[in-house]
């Protein structure tokens, strides 16, 4: 059975609502590790990676927030998950703000082409260019595409890490305007929550599986904000009109049955916009649906 090494990357850096540097606890709090190991699996925590608070360095950059801090601690995620990932353990990322995201696909895709499924109600697709807040947590896919601050572009290894044509986004549901028309130009293929309310979410994840045939290795990225507030609220940006539980549920039940899903991140829980560690407990429950946990 396949060893899970579990990685908390408490950072809250990216954004400027504070909160979710507490999102690994949370997770842990609400039996992630053990609901793994009822599955069968051997699961390892290799604890938190060390942040600096945001109090602790000047703004380098009103475009890039906390610039330089943000690429040291994904570099850091990198080095461990590259470990990780040579031990052929899957590893599961905790965070913190979804920036983190920068340091963990680099380290899953150096060498190889991937697939990403980015599950989000946000684009995350801009660049200090094109940000209205400077915040970077807004900036991640634009990254990995090659797009953006170099200091981040180059975290791991130098250039892009994901091709565009092989990220596929779900849940989308608020887009700022230069980034929605980089959208529209990108390659990348993004299903709103228009497109889950008219085609459903069993047809949308049967298309992602159709396009990303061809690839050996898969990696999500999972926002908790991605689902309605109405059912996880402790996160930082809600949105109105997000995923439903059961909606959220059939598409890890959908991608677990492919098997070629390698890594996962879970972001942005924030605990204390949360009620009772709900939202936290939800992630549990889609990683493990994600990870073969099924009702028959």
Request: charged share 20%.
């Amino acid at each position: 059975m396949t060893t899970i090494r579990i990685i908390g990357v408490p950072m809250d850096l990216g954004q400027t609502r504070r909160g979710v540097d507490m999102g690994p606890y949370a997770l842990r709090y609400a039996g992630l590790g053990e609901s793994l190991t009822a599955l069968g699996y051997t699961v390892i925590d290799g604890g938190n990676i060390p942040v600096p608070g945001p109090e602790e360095g000047e703004e380098e950059n009103p475009r890039a927030r906390h610039l330089h801090a943000v690429a040291a601690t994904c570099e850091e995620v990198y080095r461990r998950a590259r470990a990780g990932r040579e031990r052929g353990e899957f590893i599961l990322f905790l965070g913190g703000d979804h920036s983190i995201s920068i340091g963990t696909i680099a380290a899953v895709s150096e060498g190889r082409d991937i697939g990403l499924i980015w599950i989000d109600a946000h684009g995350d697709f801009n660049t200090p260019e094109t940000t209205p807040s400077g915040n970077i947590h807004g900036m991640p896919v634009a990254v990995v595409t090659g797009r953006g601050a170099p200091e981040l572009v180059h975290v791991g290894f130098p250039g892009p890490k994901v091709s565009p044509a092989h990220i596929v986004m779900v849940g989308v549901r608020d887009l700022d305007p230069a980034e929605r028309e980089a959208l529209l130009h990108s390659g990348i293929t993004v299903f709103t929550m228009r497109d889950i309310d008219e085609f459903g979410m069993a047809a949308i994840a049967r298309r992602i599986v159709a396009q990303m045939h061809n690839l050996d290795y898969v990696h999500v990225s999972l926002d908790m904000d991605s689902l309605d507030p109405e059912i996880a609220p402790g996160v930082g940006t809600p949105v109105p009109g997000g995923l439903t539980y059961r909606e959220a549920h059939l598409l890890m039940e959908i991608l677990a049955e492919w098997g070629k899903i390698g890594s996962l991140d879970i972001v942005e829980v924030n605990p204390i916009l949360d009620r009772r560690n709900q939202t936290a407990e939800m992630a549990v429950e889609l990683t493990a649906s994600l990870l073969g946990k099924r009702i028959l």
